[in-house]
């Protein structure tokens, strides 16, 4: 997603389907009120446990929190001054900041595994025989949109393992439909994230592989939560006592995963059954976001022709998000 001119109206045009989803105020007296717009998904478990726990109105901050479909759709609200911080795919964060737009990554979000499986797999339909890029060739591949992360690690892996990019062709399909295109035959493969993997019937669909440890490794910081340079100067306080809140919501979920706390504790908000839950890789919650990773998924855009070839990610995390920071 590239964020144009006109985010001031698409952002205004969003507030509609804001639902305000929970409030950390728990009586703390003059609390200072911060915005903020995930989506209902795991990666966003940190700050709801965090806002569950108390852990912000600790710090003196009421976090008013609402729940969007989708995390491209909510850069431009912060930009258009709608929200305060949002979570956004990093590669939709790069491309902004490429454009000048102001943005700082205030705390992470999504992390790949660093070992299979993982969140997010490439599938087929069982017996397929797909087994490399080369297989894709001449054939149709699922992704939620063009130009994002799930798209430019898909090409990446299909290069990797032999295939060629441009001999496979892309269509964006909503992630709840990707398994259903398979078995109707409107696509050969799909790139789905959980929890779209795990609801299904493995009978269904069969892994093809787990692009992002294959290309990277593993550990890729998919998505972050970010706020404006010039908010972020003017309420650095604010944005340390979120960060400091927000790293306990990490610890609370490192603590307990795997048990069913952490499992009671994760449907509750993403209105996932507790069974469902229990299916999903737990990998655990990160305090920081990698540069070094950061660098290497620029590389990658700049490959795949999403990047200016001089776009360097200067000041991108700022020091709450950075490793070791003081």
Not at 75 to 88: E, F, H, R, Y
Request: contains cysteine; charged residues 20%.
């Amino acid at each position: 997603m590239r964020v144009g001119s006109n985010a001031r109206l698409l952002a205004v045009g969003l507030v509609g389907i804001f639902s305000c989803a929970v409030s950390s105020l728990a009586g703390a007296q003059n609390p200072t009120r911060v915005r903020v717009i995930s989506v209902p998904v795991i990666t966003s478990a940190p700050l709801q446990i965090a806002i569950q726990k108390g852990f912000f109105a600790d710090e003196k901050l009421d976090i008013q929190a609402s729940f969007i479909p989708g995390g491209a759709i909510a850069l431009p609200t912060v930009i258009a001054g709608q929200a305060d911080i949002v979570m956004s795919s990093i590669v939709t964060t790069i491309l902004a900041d490429q454009q000048g737009l102001g943005l700082q990554i205030v705390a992470p979000a999504g992390t790949s595994n660093t070992q299979p499986p993982d969140a997010a797999a490439l599938v087929a339909k069982s017996g397929s025989g797909f087994r490399s890029g080369k297989d894709l060739e001449g054939k149709r591949l699922a992704v939620n949109t063009r130009n994002n992360i799930l798209w430019l690690y898909a090409r990446a892996w299909i290069e990797k393992t032999g295939g060629d990019a441009t001999k496979v062709t892309f269509l964006e399909v909503p992630v709840p439909q990707m398994i259903d295109a398979i078995q109707g035959g409107r696509v050969d493969a799909a790139f789905v994230i959980e929890p779209f993997l795990a609801a299904e019937q493995t009978d269904r669909v069969a892994v093809i592989a787990y692009p992002y440890f294959d290309v990277q490794g593993g550990g890729i910081p998919n998505s972050q939560f970010v706020a404006l340079k010039t908010y972020i100067a003017a309420n650095s306080d604010t944005i340390e006592r979120f960060s400091r809140a927000y790293n306990r919501g990490v610890d609370w979920l490192n603590e307990r995963r795997g048990t069913d706390e952490w499992i009671d504790a994760l449907a509750k908000y993403t209105k996932m059954s507790p069974d469902l839950v229990r299916k999903l890789p737990a990998s655990p919650f990160v305090k920081s976001v990698e540069p070094i990773a950061v660098n290497e998924i620029v590389k990658l855009m700049k490959k795949h022709g999403m990047l200016n070839a001089g776009y360097e990610p200067k000041d991108l995390i700022y020091r709450t998000a950075i490793p070791n920071a003081p």
